[in-house]
């Protein structure tokens, strides 16, 4: 066309290979998620796999997005199906909103879908069926489960008795909190993943009501990881509520990002895992300023695999999507990023878990602590 020879910049895809999604007003939270998700191997291959199905409506968009992603010869596609068919009820059209809180409602639908959609086909299978209804099959784990669920031990003891409860709970993401103000000056992921698992003192008005003792007692609450995740996504509790503005504020510390994460399981166990995409927030409130996504394919492969050429494997090459635009990167600028632009932060971190093998296996099997 015409157009084209005026425009060819505008006109052609990427010289990235990589698709934009169109910023259909303040909905960069939904662009950065999806690029961070589509780039998510794994996850990918897995949405792109799933046989078509009407019980599935919410997965067969992003099936038919994540399709264009990888397929269309355009720069940039408009993500409008998705958005509408993913909106956060409590949300405000044309208004900027958070991503985690984005995410976390994203994958809960994918997963009660998904869950849904396989009660329905057994139950169909069974009253079709002439003969006997068997045994139902025990329930298959969701494709969110398969790909970011981890599992959690919580355990308090109570002071009086010492008598401890427990509970393990499944998890899609772990938000984790800033220590307070003073306790230290630089931290990085893995000082934030510590104090996450540091133990809690419940004292005062968050005493715990211990069973036996049939009273409120003052507890020890410990928190371990008891199954790390396939993709495991963290996200850096920024904004807290100021009661003296009665606003959220953003914390601006700077956080060290590493590109490897020895992430410390329960018994004392470790596992690996590789940064895959960093999703930034960019200004000062939850409800304002911009989001773009730093990613790259899959992890890093052992040293001892990679190829001997001066070009970095695709596997190792970072990418900058920030809403229709999407340009080459690297982990210089990752890192680097607060401390260039103050207010861009690293908000939502994807890592994931390298396979075990040989020597690696033992990776991360130190349990490192900071104090509270």
Same mark, same amino acid.
């Given at each position: 066309?015409?157009?084209?020879?005026?425009?060819?910049?505008?006109?052609?895809?990427?010289?990235?290979?990589?698709?934009?999604?169109?910023?259909?007003?303040?909905?960069?939270?939904?662009?950065?998620?999806?690029?961070?998700?589509?780039?998510?191997? +794994?996850?990918?291959?897995?949405?792109?796999?799933?046989?078509?199905?009407?019980?599935?409506?919410?997965?067969?968009?992003?099936?038919?997005? &994540?399709? *264009?992603?990888?397929?269309?010869?355009?720069? #940039?596609?408009?993500?409008?199906?998705?958005?509408?068919?993913?909106?956060?009820?409590?949300?405000?059209?044309?208004?900027?909103?958070?991503?985690?809180?984005?995410?976390?409602?994203?994958?809960?639908?994918?997963?009660?879908?998904?869950?849904?959609?396989?009660?329905?086909?057994?139950?169909?299978?069974?009253?079709?069926?002439?003969?006997?209804?068997?045994?139902?099959? #025990?329930?298959?784990?969701?494709?969110?489960?398969?790909? &970011?669920?981890?599992?959690?031990?919580?355990?308090?003891?109570?002071?009086?008795?010492?008598?401890?409860?427990?509970?393990?709970?499944?998890?899609?993401?772990?938000?984790?909190?800033?220590?307070?103000?003073?306790?230290?000056?630089?931290?990085?992921?893995? +000082?934030?993943?510590?104090?996450?698992?540091?133990?809690?003192?419940?004292? /005062?008005?968050? =005493?715990?009501?211990?069973?036996?003792?049939?009273?409120?007692?003052? #507890?020890?609450?410990?928190?371990?990881?008891?199954?790390?995740?396939?993709?495991?996504?963290?996200?850096?509790? =920024? *904004?807290?509520?100021?009661?003296?503005?009665?606003?959220?504020?953003?914390?601006?510390?700077?956080?060290?990002?590493?590109?490897?994460? =020895?992430?410390?399981?329960?018994?004392?166990?470790?596992? /690996?895992?590789?940064?895959?995409?960093?999703?930034?927030?960019?200004?000062?409130?939850?409800?304002?300023?911009?989001?773009?996504?730093? #990613?790259?394919?899959?992890?890093?492969?052992?040293?001892?695999?990679?190829?001997?050429?001066?070009?970095?494997?695709?596997?190792?090459?970072?990418?900058?999507?920030? +809403?229709?635009?999407?340009?080459?990167?690297? *982990?210089?600028?990752?890192?680097?990023?607060?401390?260039?632009?103050?207010?861009?932060? /690293?908000?939502?971190?994807?890592?994931?878990?390298?396979?075990?093998?040989?020597?690696? /296996?033992?990776?991360?099997?130190?349990?490192?602590?900071?104090?509270?």
């Amino acid at each position: 066309s015409e157009l084209a020879g005026f425009y060819p910049r505008l006109m052609a895809k990427s010289d990235t290979g990589k698709i934009g999604l169109i910023n259909l007003g303040n909905t960069s939270y939904v662009n950065s998620i999806l690029q961070a998700l589509f780039m998510a191997s +794994d996850f990918r291959h897995c949405v792109l796999r799933l046989t078509e199905n009407n019980s599935q409506p919410l997965m067969t968009k992003l099936q038919w997005l &994540f399709g *264009f992603l990888e397929h269309s010869q355009r720069p #940039a596609i408009s993500p409008e199906n998705f958005l509408s068919a993913s909106w956060t009820p409590w949300f405000s059209p044309g208004t900027q909103q958070d991503c985690s809180e984005y995410l976390k409602y994203l994958l809960d639908r994918l997963h009660e879908e998904e869950k849904t959609g396989t009660r329905i086909c057994q139950k169909l299978k069974q009253s079709s069926s002439p003969s006997p209804p068997e045994e139902p099959p #025990a329930p298959s784990s969701t494709s969110v489960e398969k790909m &970011f669920g981890g599992k959690i031990v919580t355990r308090i003891c109570c002071l009086c008795c010492l008598n401890v409860s427990s509970r393990e709970e499944a998890f899609t993401d772990l938000s984790l909190a800033f220590p307070p103000p003073g306790s230290e000056g630089s931290r990085s992921v893995l +000082d934030l993943v510590n104090y996450f698992l540091s133990p809690e003192k419940l004292t /005062a008005e968050n =005493r715990y009501y211990c069973e036996s003792c049939a009273s409120l007692q003052d #507890a020890e609450k410990v928190v371990e990881l008891s199954q790390g995740p396939c993709y495991l996504i963290l996200t850096l509790l =920024r *904004f807290s509520f100021d009661l003296r503005t009665m606003r959220r504020r953003k914390i601006l510390d700077d956080v060290s990002i590493p590109l490897l994460l =020895r992430l410390p399981l329960a018994g004392g166990r470790g596992q /690996a895992y590789d940064l895959c995409s960093v999703v930034v927030h960019s200004g000062v409130s939850s409800e304002s300023g911009h989001y773009y996504c730093y #990613a790259r394919e899959g992890a890093a492969r052992p040293a001892a695999s990679l190829g001997t050429a001066d070009r970095p494997e695709p596997e190792n090459q970072w990418y900058l999507f920030n +809403d229709t635009r999407v340009s080459f990167s690297s *982990f210089e600028s990752v890192s680097n990023v607060t401390s260039f632009f103050p207010k861009d932060t /690293a908000y939502v971190l994807f890592y994931r878990q390298r396979p075990r093998e040989g020597p690696e /296996a033992e990776l991360g099997s130190s349990r490192v602590r900071t104090e509270p």
